[in-house]
């Protein structure tokens, strides 16, 4: 038998001879950063972009790197399968093979198979490090909706992110770490009412009626000069720091347009003390807003005072300026103090008597330096822990999608099976056709008496003699890596 070998460097190698001094983007779409790589090349004969399944969005820092690695370390936050074809353009598909419901089993078409389970490379809990010192647990989570559920003692909420941690986790029924935050969401808009006010400079007259609840009343200024400033009017809406995305407010001014305040400036304060901008507008021509509620919106966020002033129009004459009613709104309550630690570290717990199962609720935590695959989870025998240093990334947040991917893979066990099969195609009782599958093909292989019953991808196809070409050998496994996820590796540890 002769046996001729036959050994080619694929067009991407192109791609892993030019350099990229120095590429950063905090956020961009993958098609448009592969457009970014590309253009980096020197060569005359380029390697174009073809089709670009990915439709994500991605950060990348590239520094002194190949264009190749920096495509590899996209493709670590990305997924999918890059390849160039004859064309030299660049491919990126999100699967590859066809599933054609094609079945190899035992005494109709299997002559014999191998099993492999490799436990070696099996991997639930994922701990991520990348490049510039940064880790998962730089990650600050805001407002991340929780999955809900109860039993008879306690209401459960889990986090809402693909193998989601929170930091510092210790034991169930133990205090929340101070980074946890647990929102209920209110099931309509509340307008909260200050309990008091601040007038230090006696700027105002008949403060408490700017929020007694009814329009027809209101503060006054003292009389302020054409063109000037009122005193500022602040509120304390009282401790604990209220959760808050958003205000409005009712003024009047009866004088003549000319007349009108012109300019209205809003703070809000988390303490009292310190104070930040929120609103500054000034209006338009002779509409001075008078006798109707003008609404704010900012991103949510806690308040503990709200403080508002009015400058005069500098072509009128002196006055005075009346605020009728001013509110806060929320869409959501602090929650964290009925909540406590749950069984693990992506759930807490709250008696059943605090809990609202008709409410939303969400989670604001520092995430863990670590991801875990829940889905594989029973108790602690199932934790299977490895350390991943990508040095190459340096954007947490594509770290933590990097992360997610290889979980994906990793978290199952690889099996490897090597299938001696026949051809039947020509069988009318099979409607098989062995002559169609290709690398990446999906195929089901089902040996009852040996308890297999599995689908997995084709990775390797031999027709080991050619006098008897219907006999063949199929290699098909549960885990699929190809050549760039093996170069990826290889950069992924030396940076």
């Not at 060569?43 to 190949?66: C, Q, S």
């Not at 012109?262 to 006798?291: E, K, P």
Request: charged share 25%.
């Amino acid at each position: 038998m002769i046996i001729t070998e036959v050994s080619y460097d694929d067009y991407l190698a192109q791609l892993g001879e030019e350099v990229i001094d120095s590429y950063d983007t905090a956020g961009k779409a993958v098609t448009d950063i592969v457009d970014d790589l590309l253009a980096y090349q020197h060569r005359a004969t380029k390697i174009t972009k073809g089709t670009i399944a990915p439709t994500d969005t991605r950060a990348l820092k590239v520094e002194g790197k190949t264009i190749l690695c920096a495509l590899l370390q996209l493709k670590e936050s990305v997924g999918g399968y890059i390849s160039v074809d004859n064309s030299r353009a660049l491919q990126w598909a999100n699967d590859i093979g066809e599933d054609k419901g094609q079945q190899i089993r035992y005494r109709k078409n299997l002559k014999g198979i191998t099993k492999e389970t490799n436990y070696n490379d099996l991997c639930t809990k994922l701990h991520m490090l990348g490049g510039a010192g940064i880790k998962l647990s730089d990650i600050d989570v805001v407002k991340e909706e929780a999955t809900r559920d109860s039993d008879a003692s306690y209401g459960y909420l889990t986090l809402g992110g693909k193998y989601a941690c929170y930091k510092d986790w210790t034991a169930e029924g133990d205090a929340l770490p101070g980074h946890i935050t647990v929102y209920k969401e209110l099931g309509a808009k509340i307008s909260l009412t200050p309990i008091n006010f601040e007038d230090a400079d006696d700027g105002w007259n008949n403060e408490a009626l700017a929020y007694d609840g009814n329009t027809a009343t209101g503060a006054d200024s003292n009389l302020v000069l054409a063109g000037a400033w009122t005193e500022y009017l602040a509120f304390d809406l009282g401790a604990p720091a209220l959760l808050m995305n958003g205000m409005r407010f009712y003024p009047s001014d009866l004088r003549d347009a000319a007349n009108h305040f012109n300019r209205v400036w809003v703070d809000i304060s988390i303490d009292g003390i310190d104070w930040v901008n929120v609103y500054n507008h000034l209006m338009d021509g002779g509409d001075d807003w008078s006798n109707q509620w003008t609404e704010i919106n900012f991103a949510t966020q806690l308040v503990r005072g709200i403080r508002i002033r009015f400058n005069r129009h500098a072509g009128g004459t002196n006055g005075f300026e009346y605020l009728e009613e001013l509110e806060g709104r929320t869409d959501y309550q602090d929650d964290t103090a009925n909540w406590e630690q749950g069984v693990d570290e992506h759930i807490v717990r709250c008696a059943i008597g605090d809990y609202d199962a008709a409410a939303t609720y969400y989670i604001s935590y520092t995430h863990a330096g670590y991801l875990i695959a829940w889905d594989k989870i029973t108790d602690g025998d199932d934790l299977f822990s490895r350390t991943l240093s990508n040095k190459y990334e340096s954007y947490v947040l594509s770290l933590l999608e990097a992360g997610r991917l290889l979980l994906d893979e990793v978290k199952e066990v690889p099996i490897n099976y090597s299938i001696r099969t026949v051809d039947l195609s020509e069988s009318e009782s099979l409607d098989l056709d062995f002559d169609a599958l290709q690398k990446g093909s999906i195929v089901k292989i089902i040996n009852e008496e040996l308890g297999i019953d599995v689908k997995a991808r084709i990775v390797n196809i031999t027709k080991p003699d050619l006098l008897n070409p219907q006999n063949m050998e199929i290699e098909i496994t549960t885990r699929l890596r190809d050549i760039a996820d093996v170069i990826a590796g290889m950069y992924r540890e030396l940076g």
